[in-house]
């Protein structure tokens, strides 16, 4: 059964930063090929975009929100995605969940097909 898991969430300070890691596993699943993508969904409101990268890792998109302040890369030998998050806001907060996908528009959820459980990230003002 393929997965992607989440990790590096938690507590930080307005301006603080904090690095998301998603690992994918599988008996014979790779990451190779497919867009890695990060959402995010904070209460009451709806999943959105934040980030996604290419299968090479040379073409990544990134929600105008947190442009300039978040760097999504990956590492394909490794099937893990990683996102580093700068400068957070209150406005972050949020659980930020990975995915993966085949073609389509990044910005789109209905792009992805695996989804992770997600991880919380609150920062505190």
């Known amino acids: 059964q393929v997965q992607l898991v989440e990790s590096g969430g938690g507590l930080v300070q307005a301006g603080g930063s904090l690095k998301l890691s998603c690992a994918a596993s599988?008996?014979?699943?790779?990451?190779?090929?497919?867009?890695m993508g990060w959402f995010r969904q904070a209460p009451g409101k709806e999943r959105e975009f934040v980030a996604a990268?290419?299968?090479?890792?040379?073409?990544?998109e990134y929600a105008d929100s947190v442009k300039g302040r978040f760097t999504i890369s990956r590492d394909v030998a490794r099937n893990t995605v990683y996102l580093q998050m700068n400068s957070l806001k209150s406005d972050d907060t949020a659980v930020y969940y990975c995915?993966?996908?085949?073609?389509?528009?990044?910005?789109?959820?209905?792009?992805?097909?695996?989804w992770g459980q997600g991880t919380q990230v609150t920062v505190s003002s």
């Open positions: 599988g008996r014979t699943f790779s990451t190779y090929t497919y867009i």
């Open positions: 990268i290419d299968w090479n890792g040379e073409i990544t």
């Open positions: 995915t993966a996908g085949r073609a389509g528009t990044w910005v789109q959820p209905t792009t992805y097909e695996l």
